[in-house]
């Protein structure tokens, strides 16, 4: 490989898990990267809210910066490095170094989520890049296949594990038997969950990464505001339960899907049949099923967290910019974000079937929540009280419009029959496939 031209030079703000990662893993393949691919990488500035972590990384002294402005200001800086997260004072960061000309990678899908389209616009304007890979699903490089290899197909439907901290409670609630705050309150003591894990058992992280995924894939704009959101609180072990007895588990599933009435875009809890390869995505483990109209059914399975993995995603993004910088030509500016605004599909318009688990004192509940029920003209398959708690009704309902099932759910809870517990759709991931081609 010919030796480059330059060196080229990083700015990182952030040292803290996929900092400090990112570090070591360019530290460590310097050479490698060198004689492999002809690029020189170095960390010429890192910022971080403890100046001791630029020594304890091995950072050369001289590298640590307090202040992020020193890294976006630099004239010699090539490529500036996201990694604090949150959407504040890192959007500032991002706009102010691509407005300097740097091209940016960051890992950041809460700000992603709502201002992917502005600041593409905002790098495209500056002809530099903004890289997003370890945004959704930390190490799995879906957003790469996204925007690359899979660039020939209508995309049809992602559908995907993508929060790591919601999968290893609800397997370990699978496995386990153990009630949702239990099982919480021992992944914040391993370090799994974070101490607020709102953003993650709520779905507003998963929900990021479908507004990113869906954006790339459907070349559209999707917000995470534009995707409906349910998380994990109310899954029970009844629950759990009754999914096994149907031969499904129950997953958050991330999913976006190109309809013809819009892009259907939601994060919430789903009872997946046992059979399906999301059913067996374990532990912190995430997963994208991602649907195209040519390539048919793939699979994306990879660590979603953690200080490697996303280093991963992060130094592959940095290497790929600064493969033409380090022969002297400048990397291909953003493209033009989105060649169309697809409509969102509201979620009332989602048809689907439907489990719920209802609490109740009344002793005729079942026949009025039946007559609720068929009053929205939803077809039920079963409704039937728990056999180890007859306060406790289970329905399964056959496929009908979500707009009925919640009309229907308002009069119950209006008439006070009973106390929802529980609400999951019970996804048909056949129909994930509709447009494919036959082959
Ligand atoms: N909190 C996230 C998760 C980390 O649990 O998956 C990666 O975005």
Request: proline fraction near 5%; charged fraction near 20%.
């Amino acid at each position: 490989m010919a030796n480059p031209n330059r060196t080229v030079k990083i700015g990182l703000i952030g040292l803290g898990t996929v900092g400090g990662g990112t570090a070591r893993v360019i530290l460590e393949h310097r050479d490698e990267y060198r004689s492999a691919y002809g690029i020189d990488l170095v960390i010429a500035k890192a910022c971080a809210l403890e100046p001791e972590r630029a020594a304890e990384l091995g950072l050369p002294e001289g590298t640590f910066t307090p202040d992020w402005h020193d890294i976006v200001n630099d004239p010699d800086i090539d490529i500036v490095v996201e990694l604090i997260g949150g959407e504040h004072p890192a959007t500032d960061m991002i706009e102010a170094a691509l407005e300097h000309g740097k091209h940016v990678v960051t890992a950041n899908k809460a700000l992603l989520g709502r201002n992917m389209e502005r600041l593409c616009a905002i790098a495209r304007e500056h002809g530099v890049q903004l890289r997003c890979e370890a945004s959704a699903g930390g190490g799995i490089p879906i957003v790469n296949a996204l925007e690359h290899a899979l660039v020939a197909n209508d995309a049809l439907t992602i559908a995907g594990i993508l929060n790591g901290t919601t999968n290893y409670i609800l397997t370990r609630m699978t496995t386990e038997g153990s009630e949702f705050s239990e099982v919480l309150a021992d992944a914040q003591r391993l370090g799994y969950a974070e101490a607020d894990p709102t953003a993650d058992v709520d779905g507003f992280d998963a929900a990021s990464k479908v507004a990113i995924l869906a954006s790339i894939a459907f070349h559209s704009r999707v917000t995470t505001d534009d995707v409906f959101m349910q998380g994990i609180r109310s899954i029970s072990p009844v629950d759990i339960d009754e999914a096994r007895k149907l031969g499904c588990v129950i997953k958050l599933l991330g999913i976006a899907r190109r309809t013809a009435e819009g892009v259907d875009a939601r994060v919430h809890p789903a009872m997946v049949p046992a059979s399906h390869m999301l059913a067996g995505v374990n532990g912190a483990m995430n997963a994208v099923f991602a649907v195209g109209d040519a390539v048919g059914e793939t699979m994306f399975y990879g660590a979603g967290a953690g200080a490697f993995p996303t280093a991963s995603a992060v130094v592959g993004d940095i290497l790929e910019v600064a493969d033409p910088l380090s022969r002297g030509t400048a990397p291909e500016p953003e493209p033009e974000p989105y060649g169309r605004v697809l409509a969102i599909r509201p979620i009332d318009d989602l048809e689907t079937r439907y489990y719920l688990r209802f609490a109740t004192t009344s002793d005729d509940a079942i026949e009025r929540i039946a007559s609720a029920l068929a009053g929205a003209g939803i077809p039920v398959e079963s409704i039937a009280p728990h056999p180890k708690d007859q306060l406790t009704i289970t329905v399964l309902t056959g496929t009908a419009r979500e707009g009925s099932v919640q009309s229907a759910l308002a009069t119950i809870a209006e008439a006070g029959i009973a106390q929802l517990g529980s609400l999951i759709r019970i996804e048909d991931t056949g129909f994930w496939s509709t447009g494919a081609k036959e082959n």
